[in-house]
């Protein structure tokens, strides 16, 4: 542990399976493979393996094993770095790819430059428990999503249609307008919406406790219009530590709302956002651009920034606007969460990356 400011001399790459990894022991000096083998992805493996040796720079792949095998090498005192592989095409469109193969080519990226391998840090353990229950509410959303567009598609079927209504609701609304010979199999389905909105209801109310009395960040997010309890808590959640970004206008390609680029001396075409970072917090900010966007929400300066992107015709100006302004709006977020500052919905001659904020 006395050791941190020497560069270790050997890295290790490891391909971290569900029920084995791969391994492979660099000699950064000669460049020379010295070890490769294969381990169960288990703490006791790793501990035997790793721990109780010299300090190594070790090179891992980002998964569902990453972080308690991360925080075990830690603290035996070894470098760790957790790659983004998904970014590193040597490993992701290699055609000879195996989990040896990967574990080679993790060992020498580390050697060569860890930048290479697009390290990642894991959110904290308290951030990622708490996150643990948006998800599960996410999930209980889109099943309840499912279950509602399956019965209007019988319905459908039998050339009757059912009335609009919330998700919240549906069940309610609708049973009195289903046929009888359709009732024995879409009645189980209303009790299981039922079911469905009692426990997203649980949910909400237990994020809302979360929020007043151990995340006050996510509160001070809330004043922004359109922006609620779900997507200020992931968006707090999710980025855990504010400061990890020098600059706010980063954010927007942290969540994978900024187009990808491919310019070159023939061109410089349109393409899409790179849709890198967590899919559901980028879900959860669209949202929220589309009610900024729409015919309720409130008037602001990025509200009337958006509206005008949107008026520029075409078929897909509303759909860019909507990715423009969920960009903006992280950027947003991110400016009220480290400034601490009141959000100014109109204020005037606001700066170019939005950030509508008066200081305390």
């Given at each position: 542990m006395e050791q941190t400011n020497v560069k270790p001399q050997f890295c290790i790459g490891i391909d971290l399976g569900d029920r084995f990894s791969h391994f492979a022991v660099l000699d950064r000096t000669t460049g020379e493979i010295l070890e490769e083998g294969r381990i169960p992805s288990t703490p006791q493996a790793f501990e035997r393996r790793f721990c109780g040796?010299?300090?190594?720079?070790?090179?891992?792949?980002?998964?569902?094993?990453?972080?308690?095998?991360?925080?075990?090498?830690?603290?035996?005192?070894?470098?760790?770095?957790?790659?983004?592989?998904y970014k590193v095409s040597l490993i992701t469109r290699n055609d000879k790819k195996s989990d040896r193969v990967d574990a080679m080519y993790l060992a020498r990226l580390a050697g060569a430059d860890p930048e290479l391998?697009?390290?990642?840090?894991?959110?904290?353990?308290?951030?990622?428990?708490?996150?643990?229950?948006?998800?599960a509410r996410d999930r209980l959303v889109g099943c309840r999503t499912k279950l509602i567009n399956s019965v209007r598609g019988m319905v459908k079927a039998t050339g009757a249609r059912l009335p609009r209504s919330s998700s919240s609701t549906f069940h309610t609304k609708v049973?009195?307008?289903?046929?009888?010979?359709?009732?024995?199999?879409?009645?189980?389905?209303?009790?299981?919406?039922?079911?469905?909105?009692?426990?997203?209801?649980?949910?909400?109310?237990?994020?809302?406790?979360?929020?007043e009395r151990e995340h006050p960040a996510a509160k001070h997010l809330m004043q922004v219009d359109a922006v609620g309890p779900i997507t200020s808590l992931n968006f707090v959640l999710?980025?855990?530590?504010?400061?990890?970004?020098?600059?706010?206008?980063?954010?927007?390609?942290?969540?994978?709302?900024?187009?990808?680029?491919?310019?070159?001396?023939?061109?410089?075409?349109?393409?899409?956002?790179?849709?890198?970072?967590?899919?559901?917090?980028?879900r959860h900010?669209?949202?929220?651009?589309?009610?900024?966007?729409?015919?309720?929400?409130?008037?602001?300066?990025?509200?009337?920034?958006?509206?005008?992107?949107?008026?520029?015709?075409?078929?897909?100006?509303?759909?860019?606007?909507?990715?423009?302004?969920?960009?903006?709006?992280?950027?947003?977020?991110?400016?009220?969460?480290?400034?601490g500052a009141q959000y100014e919905p109109l204020r005037?001659?606001?700066?170019?990356?939005?950030a509508l904020v008066r200081p305390t």
């Open positions: 040796q010299g300090r190594a720079r070790i090179a891992l792949e980002v998964g569902s094993h990453s972080r308690w095998a991360s925080e075990l090498l830690e603290r035996a005192g070894h470098e760790v770095i957790v790659a983004n592989a391998l697009h390290p990642l840090k894991h959110r904290s353990r308290k951030a990622q428990v708490d996150r643990c229950i948006l998800i049973r009195d307008q289903i046929a009888p010979e359709l009732k024995p199999a879409i009645d189980p389905l209303l009790k299981t919406l039922a079911w469905l909105n009692q426990q997203i209801n649980k949910y909400d109310k237990l994020l809302e406790r979360k929020i999710t980025v855990d530590d504010p400061g990890r970004f020098k600059n706010s206008r980063t954010v927007g390609s942290y969540v994978g709302l900024r187009p990808k680029e491919r310019s070159s001396g023939k061109g410089d075409p349109e393409l899409r956002i790179s849709k890198a970072g967590d899919s559901m917090l980028r900010l669209v949202q929220s651009a589309q009610r900024m966007l729409g015919p309720f929400g409130k008037d602001s300066d990025l509200r009337r920034w958006g509206l005008q992107l949107a008026s520029r015709g075409g078929k897909t100006a509303k759909k860019r606007a909507v990715v423009a302004v969920a960009r903006k709006l992280a950027v947003l977020l991110h400016r009220l969460w480290v400034t005037k001659n606001a700066s170019k990356d939005t």
